[in-house]
């Protein structure tokens, strides 16, 4: 540990005067526990979904059966769905990396609701326990997908009333995530903590926080609408009862089309940190970049239907989502033009989570354009339910999300243990990761344009190739990520102890010691400037 | 802390009885007007005095009115969303 | 470490939760809209079979329950903490009085046989069986918000007793007081919508 450990203890050691102990964790207020809970949390629940995905690939390595029968196969990526979605990617960045550092960076002690804080992850806990419950019990593990359409979900016997529990509970972990965020924002900043002088990672949050907080409950509505019609009977989706299966499709989406910027926005905000730090330049259009966090939310409540072209809705919606998909598309192209220009002309320094934010731009940028061409209604009666969507959300979210959550530990991993990982492996783990990650989802937009359905057990020959590329991608990816977790673990053990300012970035968290005291600050902080204004800001040598 | 501005501010007992009597009047009246039958415009009419009712409740009994700006425009930007939810919804299942 | 009492804050956070209690029942109100766009004709057969008495004695119950609430609140603000209590009290009783009356109103239906996927209810026209399980769903709904509310207002009378909800610190029964109007709220839609407008 550094030397700043000795007068203040780190958040990682006992409070002065208390023996720690397990206890002093799970029960912990302490906002950088409570993300450390979280944090580990959601990296065991992505190496369960990464485990899932690679036997799902494996499966469709070849033609026919490969390793498992269809109701496995269906089992399992509904599995792979609901664990990616509800237990990884919707909490990641905000409840690990947000719980970390939203207080640090506006100078504040702790959350506004430290004890709402640690009730989340509680039910978070709860809802990931009910998941696997609903596998072992009932009659078979769930084998709807992640979106629980009915009529399927109405009227298949496997035990989806426990996992749409477990998803209405999930959901109530991220609403109250969010209405913390919200809260502390608005209340617990430090003094010259202006909104203008918001880190960009915060005005992400604070979105996000919005989306949380107005989106969630409709989903919570929909999944209890599910169990009401399975176990109440009340059918209000039930042709055959006065009900329309469509208005299933509204709901549904009225909250998860939303979700994807929960997804994304977060990681926009990781990467609108790391670029201006290794530009060693303020960052382009920081109130744009602000702004159109701001956009994305409010327009992102009005595109659902855009998953919906084909079910049967009616053609003025079609054309009315077609064209408010486009619309905010446009925040997200200002983003990337402004992340851009900010690396134009800068100094640049290039360290892992440099790389890992390059590779995000990259993935983004196909995911998104692809997404146009999914939003295009015309286009899109070609490709829906196809590996086309399969492939556009895995860049979107895995390249986009995946890749800023990784370049979030690379970034903040000195500030959070005190040492440093081995940069190059880092490097190579990162470039090995974003080969496999092309070579697994490439392929798919090919496939899909030939027309091969998504969820599928089995194929036709001429799919063969196709899948083939993409098994081999996933065990490629599959290896740079294992390289890159395994680094990350010997670094926590071994790696050189660092100051507090290994990057030389300017925002409030780097002037706390590494890793941080229990309160963060020896005193309140008093903001004078900006966060990207590096005058007289350099690297710890 | 500057949060104190709003905290003792009471509202006056005459207030909130006068709230009271204005929201049983317009539960007086939406019933009463049952008897009428406008057609089309019952719905609108029953909202009316519904969303009448809700802006006394939330204005006053909520002391939205005492509050600042900020929590004012947080109300206001829930209730467009809601509105978004289900106005967006009608391009669908009007023109179906 | 001292402790943060930062009413606004906690202030905002209330009203950020009652947002979500609002687009939770905002979903079955979309459901609503589009059902009843989709089967005028139906409600208004349907809505004639729910009892205009009960709703409108439950409507006047909660109201009046609510303006027990803001004086209760006005009354601590003022200092006078057992006029306050007795006003918690009456409000958590009028709750009371509505869930009596809701129970003798859904015990009514359901002696007639009108309930979900009851064989009465599936006898029905599509757009009558869409009305009453969106009647059960939403009264339903709204009378565990009630419990809730209920509880909650208990627990803060207990709180004042004890001396922890005072004149100076009320934020809690403030903020209790915002979920029981919110209750309030919701059935002054949900009043209307199903035994009004048929
Ligand atoms: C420029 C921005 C984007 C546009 C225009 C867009 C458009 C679309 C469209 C039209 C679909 C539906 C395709 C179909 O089912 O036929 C879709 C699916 C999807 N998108 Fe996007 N998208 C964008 C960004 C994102 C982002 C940022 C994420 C997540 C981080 C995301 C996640 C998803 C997911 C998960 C699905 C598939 C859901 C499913 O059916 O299982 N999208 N996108
Ligand atoms: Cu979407």
Redesign the interface.
């Known amino acids: 540990m550094s030397a700043d450990a000795h007068d203040h203890p780190s958040f990682f050691q006992p409070l002065p005067g208390t023996k720690g102990g397990l206890a002093s964790w799970l029960f912990s207020t302490d906002h950088k526990r409570i993300g450390m809970l979280y944090l580990y949390c959601i990296v065991t629940m992505f190496l369960v979904g990464l485990a899932l995905g690679f036997l799902i690939r494996l499966e469709l390595v070849a033609p026919g059966r490969t390793i498992m029968g269809p109701q496995t196969y269906n089992a399992l990526f509904t599995l792979h769905g609901v664990v990616m979605i509800f237990l990884v990617v919707i909490p990641s960045i905000p409840a690990a990396f947000g719980n970390i550092f939203l207080p640090i960076q506006i100078g504040a002690?702790d959350v506004?609701?430290p004890r709402?804080n640690i009730l989340s992850w509680w039910l978070y806990i709860i809802g990931a326990a009910l998941a696997v419950l609903s596998l072992v019990t009932g009659k078979g593990a769930p084998d709807t997908g992640w979106t629980f359409y009915v009529p399927f979900s109405a009227v298949t016997t496997t035990n989806v009333d426990v996992a749409v529990i477990a998803v209405f509970i999930l959901g109530f972990s991220s609403?109250l995530t969010?209405?913390?965020f919200?809260?502390t924002l608005?209340?617990?900043r430090a003094p010259g903590m202006t909104w203008t002088r918001l880190p960009l990672f915060c005005w992400s949050l604070y979105a996000t926080g919005?989306i949380q907080?107005?989106?969630?409950?409709?989903l919570?509505?929909?999944v209890l609408?599910i169990f009401?019609e399975r176990v109440?009977?009340?059918?209000?989706f039930d042709p055959s009862?006065?009900?329309?299966p469509?208005?299933y499709q509204?709901?549904f989406w009225?909250y998860s089309h939303p979700a994807v910027y929960i997804m994304i926005l977060p990681a926009m905000g990781v990467i609108s940190e790391i670029l201006p730090v290794f530009a060693r330049k303020p960052i382009f259009g920081y109130k744009m970049i602000a702004f159109s966090s701001l956009a994305i939310a409010f327009a992102g409540?009005?595109v659902?239907?855009h998953h919906m072209f084909v079910s049967g809705?009616?053609?003025?919606?079609v054309m009315?989502?077609s064209f408010l998909t486009f619309v905010v598309a446009i925040p997200s192209a200002i983003k990337v033009f402004n992340w851009v220009s900010t690396l134009y002309k800068g100094s640049i320094r290039v360290e892992p989570p440099l790389w890992y934010a390059l590779a995000f731009i990259f993935l983004f940028s196909i995911g998104g354009l692809t997404g146009l061409v999914l939003g295009s209604a015309g286009t899109n009666v070609h490709v829906h339910d196809t590996y086309f969507v399969v492939a556009h959300f895995h860049y979107v979210i895995f390249g986009g999300m995946g890749f800023g959550l990784f370049g979030a530990m690379h970034y903040w991993f000195p500030k959070i243990y005190g040492r440093m990982y081995d940069k190059r492996m880092a490097n190579w783990s990162c470039l090995i990761a974003f080969v496999g990650f092309n070579l697994l989802y490439f392929p798919m937009f090919i496939l899909g344009l030939q027309g091969m359905p998504r969820r599928y057990y089995d194929y036709l020959p001429k799919y063969a190739e196709g899948h083939f590329f993409s098994t081999m991608g996933s065990w490629v990816l599959a290896t740079g990520l294992l390289l890159m977790f395994w680094n990350l673990w010997r670094g926590i053990r071994h790696g050189k102890p660092v100051g507090r300012n290994p990057w030389g970035a300017a925002t409030l968290e780097w002037m706390a010691p590494s890793p941080p005291p229990h309160?963060n600050f020896d005193a309140e902080p008093v903001v004078t400037h900006g966060p990207y204004d590096f005058t007289g800001v350099k690297p710890d040598a | 802390m500057t949060g104190h501005n709003t905290a003792h501010h009471a509202v006056p007992v005459r207030t909130n009885l006068l709230v009271w009597a204005a929201l049983m009047v317009l539960t007086t009246i939406t019933v009463g007007v049952t008897s009428f039958d406008f057609g089309f415009l019952n719905v609108v009419v029953a909202l009316t005095v519904a969303t009448t009712k809700a802006g006394l409740v939330i204005l006053w009994f909520m002391h939205l009115r005492y509050e600042g700006r900020v929590i004012r425009l947080m109300v206001f930007t829930a209730f467009v969303i809601l509105a978004i939810a289900i106005g967006l919804t009608f391009f669908d299942v009007a023109y179906r | 470490m001292h402790e943060h009492r930062d009413y606004e804050g906690a202030k905002i956070g209330m009203w950020l939760f009652l947002f979500t209690e609002v687009l939770l029942f905002g979903g079955l109100f979309l459901l609503y809209a589009v059902f009843l766009h989709r089967y005028p004709a139906e409600f208004h057969a349907a809505g004639k079979e729910l009892s205009r008495t009960f709703g409108t004695v439950n409507t006047v119950v909660l109201i009046t329950s609510s303006l027990f609430m803001a004086l209760a609140i006005s009354a601590l603000q003022r200092g006078r903490t057992v006029l306050s209590q007795r006003l918690v009290l009456l409000t958590v009783a009028l709750a009371g009085v509505f869930l009596v009356n809701k129970f003798f109103e859904w015990n009514a239906k359901i002696g007639h046989g009108i309930y979900p996927d009851s064989p009465g209810l599936l006898a029905l026209p599509p757009g009558e069986m869409v009305f009453f399980n969106l009647y059960y769903l939403m009264t339903g709904l709204h009378g565990i918000h009630v419990v809730i509310g209920g509880a909650v207002l208990l627990y803060g009378w207990h709180l004042m007793r004890v001396g922890r909800v005072t004149p100076e610190h009320f934020v809690f029964l403030e903020n209790g007081g915002l979920y029981w109007h919110l209750v309030d709220l919701v059935w002054i839609y949900l009043f209307p919508l199903f035994y009004l407008v048929v």
């Open positions: 002690e506004s609701f709402l609403i969010g209405l913390n919200i809260t608005h209340r617990l919005w907080v107005l989106a969630t409950p409709i919570g509505i929909t609408l009401a109440l009977g009340v059918g209000l009862r006065g009900g329309d469509i208005l509204h709901l009225i409540s009005l659902w239907a809705m009616s053609d003025t919606a009315v989502f309160h």
